[in-house]
């Protein structure tokens, strides 16, 4: 799933996510894998720690920078209401909306006119979705990290269909979210940071709402 399209000359902003796309690849590959139940005392506290935090959110609102594989770069707005929605509204020239709502992820390209539907649990973002979370017993979480300034949680998708994992980055010790760099099937990383992050704000349903494809033009 292509989660990146459009170009625009941010380089300041590209030379510091290209640096964090370096660290993700080897963030994404380093650390050992743990199965629930084995963590240490430490590492199982810190993902208590970080399970109430997500849980204590019910909305939350942030600007975000992404860069793809390619080094496509994308800016836009990340709204997450749960359980079960978020929604990635991708600022001009990118066509793209992403809204997962129902159980399902939508991805519409408004310049090709197309809406395509992906299970939620076939992408590794469904952990953040959950009505209650508890990484340290979710199956899905591979590893946890404490880095200077940050704790980072790996996880994997949800099925076996898809092999994608990711990486999500916490401030800490104090608990913010602020970036998730994710491998696809492929072995490309799309790393996204965030911005201006806001909690417990007002987000109507229609926000999540399924995008539809653009009515056509009436013939003349």
């Given at each position: 799933m292509v989660w990146w399209i459009g170009k625009a000359d941010f380089r300041p902003i590209m030379r510091r996510l290209a640096i964090l796309a370096a660290l993700a690849a080897m963030t994404l590959l380093g650390g050992a894998s743990r199965y629930p139940g084995t963590y240490s005392a430490e590492d199982a506290a810190r993902l208590d720690k970080v399970s109430a935090y997500l849980n204590a959110i019910h909305t939350l609102k942030a600007?975000?920078?992404?860069?793809?594989?390619?080094?496509?770069?994308?800016?836009?707005?990340?709204?997450?209401?749960?359980?079960?929605?978020?929604?990635?509204?991708?600022?001009?020239p990118s066509p793209v909306l992403i809204v997962a709502t129902g159980g399902d992820i939508y991805v519409k390209n408004s310049r090709l006119n197309t809406v395509d539907r992906t299970s939620l649990s076939d992408t590794p973002l469904d952990i953040l979705l959950n009505k209650a979370i508890d990484l340290r017993h979710n199956p899905t979480v591979t590893g946890v990290e404490e880095q200077p300034g940050a704790l980072v949680v790996r996880a994997r998708a949800n099925t076996t269909r898809a092999q994608s994992n990711i990486s999500l980055v916490f401030t800490w010790p104090a608990i913010e979210l602020r970036q998730w760099m994710v491998k696809d099937n492929q072995g490309g990383v799309t790393t996204v940071a965030l911005t201006g992050v806001q909690t417990g704000v007002s987000l109507p349903d229609g926000m999540f709402a399924v995008p539809v494809k653009d009515a056509k033009a009436p013939a003349k």
């Open positions: 600007n975000f920078v992404q860069l793809g594989p390619e080094g496509d770069m994308a800016e836009g707005e990340f709204l997450l209401s749960r359980p079960g929605k978020l929604r990635f509204s991708y600022n001009p």
